[in-house]
């Protein structure tokens, strides 16, 4: 394993459709009050990964046999979907039936495909009868489902709506005047159009809450509970979670009914990680073992972690003047602005991306190499989450935490 704690320090010279669209959106962000953080011994950030091997998963179905539309089918192999993951393979014939679900999985194991599928589905089959609603914790997540179902849903003609928040209310009251069949967005900006009267939800018959954890941890319990609370009565629910505690179970027995338990929930992610911290003093220090850090051969794609939108603009524009390729992303940054970065970071234009933790929830992308926590997490379940960006598939990855001496 590589040691990251002695270098020789050096220098290195808006209605969406899904057949055609043309997004133009913008966000920022809100910065939210910043809250204590929890004492963390540094102990708990050094950790020898441990892999737990993955054993071969034999499909029950293929994609090609699930009894969907021709179209959903059509656009699935063309994607390239033949075998479905654990959580494909075992949410989708049960949501064809039209029963609630409960799936329990990690992020990046398939599960917007899960619900995208038997949604789809049954909306194409009687477009009058049925809308769906979409809740995720963040933006970026928000956004890259409404991208998924895009994708599966190409050439239905049928319409969706994308409601984040920090962006402004003209498109989406556009998107929301076509009565589109599929809502997709986060709970605050939800709640925003309920209570203005441009979003009624009482014909809504289908709902979905994606990382119901991660929402409950940033404190929306009560307006998710607002918004499952003016759907229709008779309808098909299906929760998604990494965790399912007393809360999470509280919220869906109250709005579910008689769901099915779907956990393909393993190792914690952490155990394909390899974790230890970096001790600095000052700092000038502090950013001259970062630059030895990301010198390193076997840092191939990294996450940086800072705690402000400031500090991570400024880390950000030290790294480009070094020669470094990176990017940033935080809520002070419009939705292009993001977007663009993002895709970069994904095509690896740049690989190294500085980012919030709030711009950072939601991101898939499967080969970063390296967790970096510049600045240390407000809490333990924060740092879990910083680091599950890596270890993937598979794969060991690293996440390094800088601790002042």
């Known amino acids: 394993m590589p040691s990251y704690n002695n270098y020789k320090y050096s220098s290195r010279q808006h209605t969406s459709t899904f057949k055609n669209r043309n997004r133009n959106t913008h966000f920022g ?26 054993s071969d998963y034999d499909a029950v179905n293929k994609f090609a046999d699930f009894a969907v539309e021709p179209l959903l089918k059509y656009n699935l192999i063309s994607k390239g979907y033949v075998d479905p993951t654990p959580i494909q393979d075992q949410t989708i014939p049960q949501a064809l039936t039209g029963r609630d679900v409960i799936g329990i999985a990690s992020t990046g194991t398939g599960k917007t495909a899960a619900f995208a599928v038997p949604i789809l589905n049954k909306i194409i089959k009687n477009r009058t009868a049925n809308k769906a609603l979409i809740v995720a914790p963040t933006r970026e997540l928000a956004q890259q489902t409404e991208d998924e179902f895009r994708s599966i849903g190409k050439g239905s003609g049928l319409t969706a709506a994308l409601l984040i928040g920090g962006t402004p209310m003209g498109p989406q009251l556009r998107d929301l005047s076509t009565h589109p069949s599929i809502v997709i967005g986060t709970p605050g900006r939800i709640k925003d159009h309920i209570e203005r009267g441009t979003l009624k939800l009482a014909n809504f018959n289908i709902v979905v809450l994606d990382e119901v ?42 709005f579910s009914n008689d769901p099915i338990l779907i956990s393909l929930k393993g190792s914690e992610t952490s155990e394909n990680v390899h974790q230890d911290v970096v001790r600095f003093s000052g700092e000038t220090d502090k950013l001259e073992k970062l630059h030895n ?57 740049i690989n190294i991306l500085v980012a919030t933790d709030v711009a950072a929830r939601g991101i898939d992308v499967v080969d970063i190499s390296h967790v970096i926590n510049f600045e240390q997490p407000q809490s333990y379940d924060d740092y879990i989450h910083r680091i599950g960006r890596t270890g993937r598939a598979g794969r060991v990855g690293y996440a390094l935490t800088f601790i002042n001496t």
Do not use: C
């Open 293 to 349: 850090i990301l010198i390193r051969g076997d840092v191939e794609k990294s996450i940086i972690f800072s705690e402000t939108q400031r500090s991570t603009e400024k880390l950000s524009k030290n790294l480009i003047e070094r020669g470094f390729k990176a990017d940033a992303i935080h809520g002070g940054k419009s939705q292009g602005q993001r977007q663009r970065a993002l895709n970069r970071f994904k095509k690896n234009e």
């Open 213 to 254: 954890d991660r929402m409950l941890d940033m404190g929306f319990i009560n307006d998710v509970r607002d918004i499952l609370s003016q759907l229709s009565p008779s309808r098909q629910s299906m929760f998604f979670s990494a965790t399912l505690d007393e809360k999470i179970k509280s919220l869906i027995s109250t």
């Open 29 to 54: 962000g809100n910065n939210k009050r910043r809250r204590m953080g929890q004492y963390i011994d540094p102990s708990r950030y050094v950790k020898v990964a441990s892999p737990v091997e993955i």
